[in-house]
């Protein structure tokens, strides 16, 4: 956690004192130094898309934000456990900007225009 003011040192300490007991406790379990009271929310996905649409410019924080974002907009209605476990891991990867996910996407953007030119010739009669 970053260094605090002596101000935001007392804000803490009286939203600590404001707890219940049983909150306490929690922040305690966790570590008090480690508690950050002014840590702003991670905003929902519904709520920055709804952003969005109004024209503000929003950013994604993490990959599971981009999966949601995919199921969202892609409205798929049959896939299997196994389809939503690839789009998450490949979501993850591919936000953290991993060399294995980024060669994934590049093959797949690849095979995508590859098997485009391939029915183009088809029909063509090439």
Do not use: C
Request: net charge neutral; no cysteine; proline share 4%.
């Amino acid at each position: 956690m970053a260094k605090l003011t002596p101000e935001e040192e007392k804000k803490k300490k009286a939203i600590f004192d404001a707890m219940s007991p049983r909150g306490q406790k929690h922040i305690l379990k966790k570590g008090y130094d480690e508690w950050d009271p002014f840590m702003r929310p991670k905003e929902p996905l519904g709520y920055k898309l709804r952003q969005e649409a109004k024209g503000e410019k929003i950013s994604l924080e993490s990959g599971h934000e981009v999966y949601e974002r995919f199921f969202a907009e892609r409205r798929i209605t049959d896939y299997s456990a196994e389809y939503v476990k690839g789009v998450l891991e490949i979501s993850q990867g591919l936000f953290r900007d991993l060399d294995s996910y980024r060669g994934m996407y590049d093959f797949s953007r690849w095979y995508e225009k590859w098997q485009e030119r391939q029915e183009n010739k088809e029909e063509s009669g090439s």
